[in-house]
């Protein structure tokens, strides 16, 4: 790999190691703080939903503006947001600074997040584009496996707010990192002749080709499936682990770990084991079900810690899934606007999946509530496989019909 590419990489992974450390930090804090999951709940549910929501306007966003700028903009915004949430907790305290804070930063890191995947079709130009995914994907778990960690050796040494300053710091690397990329590679963009004009037509092109495109509106409807169990998840990690199971801060930590290493040997069992696409999304899809089922069912903290690992550790398996699929699917000329509306849809289930935890969680009833959204997965899933096929039969009957009908057929 080239020098550049390796700072490109670099980038990716300071900016996930931030990121982890964000998402492992909150809602420890807030259960820590409050006692309470439905506030864990909500805090997921704030941050979740203003992650997720600015999608369509970061793709049209990426269409429009260097993908470059975007994606800078976003590690130093993030740094400063950081700085911004110390500074108002040292003035007012209250946990509120923390949830804003993680609010701002995941909006910022959507922007982040559409802005690399329009730039790596556009930057690796010249290579197999599966190579491609598999680097992205190693840079980002390693920051997602290292991310707990630091954050747990960190809040056993210092309070929440200097773990913050720590992360600010990373997102500054990660900006450095993007800098030495972009003058190595000499990397010039070029826009778009449609990129200009009204912001809601590139809205209306992304819904339209959801709703037209072949196999483009299934794939999301499953993907949004698939994250209400990854939005109980993670929206309940903390409260289980260390309120319901009663386990210290360092276990917590291990399970967070022990998921990110999960992730990383499906992914190493991906890139060395030949998979058809179909057979890796049914395969991770009914692991992630399974996984949810198990979390919620077992009584023992072993159990739960066997179906966390099951479901975080196929959602890459299924994120590659996917990625795969709508990189087929999408027309290259509408890449970033359709993928900014297609990943909005496919998440919008995660601050669902926050909010029912927040309302229905209270009163011992969290495994009720992982239990319940598990087999709402399930049932959406099976729903919306059992009308694939409907449609594929009835496409093959009206082939079938066609081609009878047609007068240049050999009798």
């Not at 037509?201 to 959801?210: G, M, N, W, Y």
């Not at 496919?346 to 601050?351: H, I």
Request: aromatic letters at 8%; one cysteine or more; charged letters at 10%.
């Amino acid at each position: 790999m080239r020098a550049q590419h390796q700072a490109f990489f670099a980038s990716l992974f300071f900016s996930r190691l931030a990121d982890q450390i964000l998402l492992f930090l909150v809602p420890l804090v807030v259960f820590q703080t409050t006692q309470q999951a439905t506030w864990s709940g909500i805090a997921f549910f704030i941050e979740a939903l203003a992650r997720y929501a600015v999608f369509p306007v970061c793709g049209t966003l990426c269409d429009r503006i260097s993908p470059v700028a975007v994606l800078r903009a976003s590690q130093r915004l993030r740094a400063l947001a950081c700085a911004a949430g110390i500074a108002g907790f040292a003035v007012a305290g209250g946990i509120g600074w923390l949830i804003a804070l993680s609010a701002v930063c995941g909006v910022l890191t959507s922007q982040g997040l559409v802005a690399r995947e329009v730039l790596l079709p556009q930057v690796f130009v010249s290579e197999r584009f599966e190579e491609v995914l598999s680097h992205a994907q190693i840079a980002d778990q390693v920051g997602v496996v290292l991310g707990p960690m630091l954050a747990g050796l960190l809040l056993g040494e210092w309070r929440w707010e200097v773990v913050v300053g720590v992360a600010a710091v990373l997102f500054f690397a990660a900006d450095g990192a993007t800098l030495v990329w972009q003058r190595a590679s000499a990397f010039a963009w070029t826009p778009h002749d449609h990129a200009h004009g009204h912001w809601l037509a590139p809205l209306k092109t992304a819904l339209a080709h959801v709703v037209r495109l072949p196999g483009l509106g299934r794939l999301v409807l499953l993907a949004a499936a698939e994250n209400l169990v990854i939005g109980v998840t993670l929206a309940t990690s903390a409260a289980m682990v260390t309120g319901l199971h009663a386990r210290p801060d360092a276990f917590y930590t291990f399970v967070q770990t022990a998921g990110a290493v999960a992730t990383i040997a499906v992914l190493l069992l991906i890139a060395r084991v030949r998979i058809a696409r179909r057979a890796l999304g049914l395969a991770s899809f009914l692991a992630i079900f399974a996984g949810g089922l198990l979390a919620g069912l077992s009584a023992s903290v072993w159990g739960y810690v066997a179906g966390f690992l099951l479901i975080v550790g196929f959602d890459k398996m299924f994120s590659i899934y996917m990625r795969s699929v709508r990189q087929a699917i999408i027309p290259a000329k509408d890449y970033g606007k359709t993928l900014g509306v297609v990943i909005m849809l496919n998440n919008l289930t995660q601050p669902l999946a926050g909010l029912l935890v927040g309302m229905f969680s209270g009163q011992g009833r969290m495994r009720a509530v992982i239990v319940a959204i598990s087999l709402g997965m399930g049932a959406l899933g099976l729903g919306v496989t059992l009308a694939g096929m409907q449609r594929a039969r009835r496409d093959a009957v009206a082939g079938v019909t066609l081609r009878e009908q047609s007068p240049d057929r050999a009798d």
